[in-house]
């Protein structure tokens, strides 16, 4: 590999007539392509010297074939200057700083000094529009001079005033470069102008580079009729345009007609180099689509720059939609067969697994089951030639192989490839997974690890990538299996582990104490890697029991001792621990779960404090295998117990309602009488505070509490028997506050953090009185979801709901570019082995990495060490 | 009357001291670098102007960490380059 080496400057400069006709092998005079036998015209646009694109034809200028060809430039002579669209900027800035007469810069040598600065002393500096005062004399010649107008998108002319009346003198481009010819190299360079390099009058075109064809191929058409490339059409215009003004120059046309195909060539030109230019027609293909000229090449996403050298498309890569499978592991992918059988692993062939790779190439590229082993779709003869198997030459190419062959064979269970999905935002939207070949059309991964690749199932794509070489496959193992990818780097904690089901399966399981029969235990554990079920709890009657911490404690390492409390803890002022009623005190003996139930605090993605303690103590690799038998224990769990969802568990009975009804009645009341103070003057304000902002705080304060009131009343009557309360109350989805809108009030709608207020003067809406302060008329909800929002309701929940779409698609834009910017500006920095953050140049960002030189994927939470969890597992009680 | 305000005094300024020659050097040797590749500061920061340092000259700078507690760090002084 060549060794990399430092750029010492970049030089950004305009190409001169000189060079342009220095780098032309040919000057192009014909606008014709083709002949009538399909043979390029000498000197026409698709002239053999500017390279070739026909397979078979020789390049007339370097003699080689039209796949070793690089392509050579030509030249067009244009009969007249014409300006470049991308300088008008610059000829309008030079046209202005300079006289019209003599060319120097407007500005004596002391007035150039106090803005450069002196030959010894440079300010760094260079002179702008800016200092130049409009319409002065020139200090050199003394003349006056005019206004330059410029109208886009290149016409310039002068204004000078002739008995009172503006004249506007035109500008041909012939004028513009002639002036600009005069120009002294000295003033040049006080304008930040090379003139080695970039002399102005090069802006203005008197010779066009003709690209070789190889950047502008012809493409022949199912019917044999060649087709050219948008650049080759404009140039054909050019062309046409510029012969017409050559015969008509030569022939002594009058002015008018000189000056209207001096216009013509200019706008042919102009949209040759951009066709978006602002008050300019775009030029258009016969079908009315605008051409694609050379700006349109560079230019937006599609572009060279962000679509062909920074955005990337690679091979040995699949895409489709995902699926959930709770019965894969978190380090397996499923995959579709279909896919499975196109994407290939490159095998060298040596003497001990010959007779395999042999198998392989006879089975071919057919592999119509799941059962079948994988076949091969291509063989590498040493010599890098490939050959692709087919039905018909299996045989035969098994006979030739032999050691140094290389053979491309399918993807196989337990082979490891990279799988992503977008954006990829973090390091965990890429990780190794271990694959799985699959039915169906789909690619299928374990719920639990959703969280990382951020990924839903509501139709999500997601991106598979196999690696190619052992190097690659031996990083992807290593750094980034799924099982190194647990813990994030973000907070040191685990981000995959339980969701949804996971949670509220295992949290109905282990809560309070239940007995199980054999069966039903044996049906629990069905999916997990038990040898033998432990001693039973307890005994009836003849009948074995054994309880549900029992049957958690089998996925459980053995030697575990923690202590936490669960989600559902409500953070008592005096903790009663064991005789917790919600039983959220979760204490883990030797691995045995003595109390407490199993939620989101424990095994969640994010919270997940066994999962966490198990990385800590058991590796990584524990860690991902307890995952998996979180998910198979938790799927078995909801499965036995059923878990739904519908309308009528969000009723209530009559006495709930009544007490709904009550609270929310007063509350009414209540704001109404705090109105009356208010009106009457009588209210107090609070401080740094108007009586009006007083009031609108009692108020969202006095129906914020009758809200929450009606969600306790709603919460006393749906118990753990309800689903919604199960996922809130395990941390599973959704809240109580969720649950509260559904079966009790919806409560206060707000825009900014206040009651509504926009609408009609004094009013949100025409059916309230102006002046109306009552709840109602600001976005107060007293009903339900359940019950139904009246019209007025509905409108204020619109208007509340608005908000929160604007601000999360504000919010995403903005945090994307933000994390952008800061990714481009960090990519490159590295901790090296003495602890530093370096840049690329080996230069100093910070002299300990994060000050501590801690990695955060290893921290505690933050923290280097975690104490309180080392303490805890040896005292095995709470610190 | 002017009352100068001493910007070290301030609590959110860390401490600024002149590294010695060589402290400079064994800071050099330590991670084999060059002054080159150390952070920079320019000769008319407020603080650099109260302690006095001069520029080429290097600057120990400690400040109490939210990590670590007590994070040393250094910086070049260069002249503040024209606009």
């Known amino acids: 590999m060549p060794s990399p080496k430092r750029i010492g400057k970049i030089e950004f400069g305009l190409l001169s007539p000189k060079e342009i006709r220095t780098m032309s092998v040919r000057k192009i005079i014909w606008a014709d392509t083709y002949d009538d036998d399909g043979f390029p015209y000498p000197q026409g646009l698709m002239d053999l010297n500017l390279g070739v694109i026909d397979p078979g034809l020789r390049c007339k200028t370097c003699d080689q074939k039209a796949s070793e060809c690089p392509g050579h430039f030509g030249h067009i002579e244009l009969a007249k200057p014409v300006i470049h669209v991308g300088y008008t900027r610059l000829i309008r800035k030079l046209l202005r700083v300079t006289c019209r007469s003599c060319s120097r810069l407007l500005l004596s040598p002391e007035e150039i000094e106090k803005v450069v600065g002196t030959e010894d002393d440079l300010t760094g500096d260079v002179l702008s529009e800016k200092d130049i005062k409009k319409e002065r004399l020139c200090p050199h010649c003394g003349e006056q001079q005019l206004k330059i107008n410029f109208e886009k998108p290149t016409t310039f002319s002068e204004i000078f005033v002739d008995d009172g009346k503006k004249i506007e003198h035109k500008l041909t481009p012939a004028d513009i470069r002639a002036r600009l010819e005069k120009i002294p190299d000295e003033d040049l360079r006080h304008l930040g102008i090379n003139p080695d390099v970039a002399r102005p009058e090069w802006t203005v075109l008197t010779v066009l580079p003709v690209p070789p064809v190889t950047m502008r191929p012809s493409i022949i058409l199912e019917n044999g009729q060649r087709s050219e490339d948008d650049l080759t059409h404009k140039l054909v215009d050019i062309i046409r345009i510029n012969q017409r003004f050559k015969e008509n120059q030569d022939a002594g046309a009058p002015q008018l007609i000189i000056e209207d195909l001096w216009e013509l060539l200019q706008y042919h030109v102009t949209t040759y180099l951009d066709n978006e230019v602002a008050g300019c027609p775009p030029a258009r293909h016969r079908s009315g689509r605008p051409l694609k000229t050379l700006s349109q090449r560079l230019k937006g996403k599609d572009g060279r720059f962000r679509g062909s050298l920074s955005g990337k498309r690679v091979n040995f890569s699949a895409r489709t939609v995902i699926s959930p499978d709770p019965n894969l592991s978190v380090i397996e992918v499923g995959i579709p067969l279909a896919v499975a059988n196109e994407m290939t692993i490159p095998v060298q062939a040596n003497p001990f697994n010959i007779e395999e790779l042999k198998q392989m190439v006879r089975y071919g590229p057919f592999r119509s089951s799941l059962t079948q082993p994988c076949g091969a779709n291509y063989v590498i003869r040493p010599d890098k030639r490939r050959i692709r198997l087919a039905e018909g030459n299996l045989e035969t190419v098994v006979e030739m192989i032999e050691p140094g062959w290389t053979v491309e064979r399918q993807i196989r269970d337990g082979d490891i490839v990279l799988f992503n999905r977008q954006p990829s935002l973090h390091r965990m939207s890429i990780m190794a997974h271990r694959v799985k070949v699959m039915d169906g059309r789909t690619f299928r991964l374990n719920p639990a690890v959703c969280p990382p690749y951020n990924a839903d199932f509501d139709g999500d794509e997601m991106n598979l990538h196999i690696p190619q070489t052992e190097e690659a496959r031996a990083e992807a193992a290593i750094l980034v299996a799924v099982e190194e990818n647990i813990l994030s780097p973000r907070f040191g904690g685990p981000i995959i582990g339980g969701i949804h089901d996971h949670v509220s399966g295992i949290f109905m399981l282990t809560n309070q104490l239940q007995w199980h029969t054999k069966e039903e235990t044996l049906y629990l554990l069905k999916h997990i890697d038990i040898q033998h079920l432990p001693e039973p709890g307890k005994e009836e009657n003849g009948v074995k029991y054994w309880s549900n911490k029992q049957v958690f404690s089998e996925i459980l390492p053995k030697e575990m001792n923690m202590v936490f409390r669960a989600s559902s803890c409500q953070n008592c002022e005096t903790c009663k621990r064991e005789t917790c009623e919600r039983d959220a005190y979760v204490r883990i003996i030797d691995g045995r779960l003595e109390s407490g139930t199993i939620d989101k605090k424990a095994i969640g993605a994010f919270d997940g404090q066994i999962v966490n303690r198990i990385i800590r103590q058991y590796g990584m690799k524990r860690a991902a295998e307890f995952i998996d038998d979180i998910t198979h224990l938790s799927i078995r769990a909801i499965m036995m117990y059923g878990f739904s969802f519908g309308i009528d568990d969000e009723d209530l009975s009559k006495t709930e309602y009544g007490q709904i009804d009550e609270v929310l009645t007063s509350a009414v009341n209540d704001v109404q009488r705090r109105i009356k103070i208010y009106e009457d003057g009588q209210l107090e304000a609070m401080p740094g505070r108007t009586p009006e902002e007083t009031l609108e705080m009692q108020i969202m304060q006095v129906l914020g509490k009758a809200r929450d009131r009606t969600g306790e009343i709603a919460g006393r009557h749906l118990g753990l028997g309800n689903s919604a309360v199960v996922m809130a109350v395990s941390g599973a989805r959704g809240s109580m506050l969720n649950l509260t809108q559904m079966a009790g009030c919806v409560g206060q709608q707000s825009v900014r953090g206040e009651r509504i207020m926009r609408g009609y003067d004094d009013r949100t809406l025409p059916h309230y009185k102006k002046g109306d302060r009552g709840s109602d008329a600001h976005g107060f909800i007293t009903h339900s979801y359940k019950s139904g929002l009246n019209p007025t309701e509905f409108f204020f929940h619109a208007i509340g709901g608005r908000e929160g779409l604007v601000d999360t698609a504000v919010r995403t834009s903005q945090s994307g570019y933000l994390q952008r910017r800061m990714i481009n500006a960090l990519q490159d920095l590295k901790v090296g082995y003495d602890g530093t953050v370096r840049s690329t140049g080996g230069r100093i960002i910070q002299f300990r990495y994060g000050e501590d030189g801690t990695d955060p994927m290893k921290s505690s939470f933050g923290d280097p060490v975690d104490v309180k969890g080392i303490v805890e597992s040896i005292l095995k009680e709470e610190v | ?83």
């Open chain 2, 1 to 83: 009357m002017s009352i100068k305000l001493n910007v070290l005094d301030h609590v959110m300024v860390p401490d600024h001291q002149i590294m010695s020659e060589d402290e400079v050097q064994q800071l050099f040797s330590l991670y084999s670098i060059s002054s080159e590749q150390l952070p920079k500061i320019y000769h008319d920061d407020p603080a650099v102007k109260v302690i006095g340092a001069k520029v080429g000259e290097v600057i120990r700078i400690v400040r109490m960490s939210h990590t670590a507690g007590r994070a040393e760090s250094y910086r070049l002084v260069i002249k503040r380059p024209k606009k």
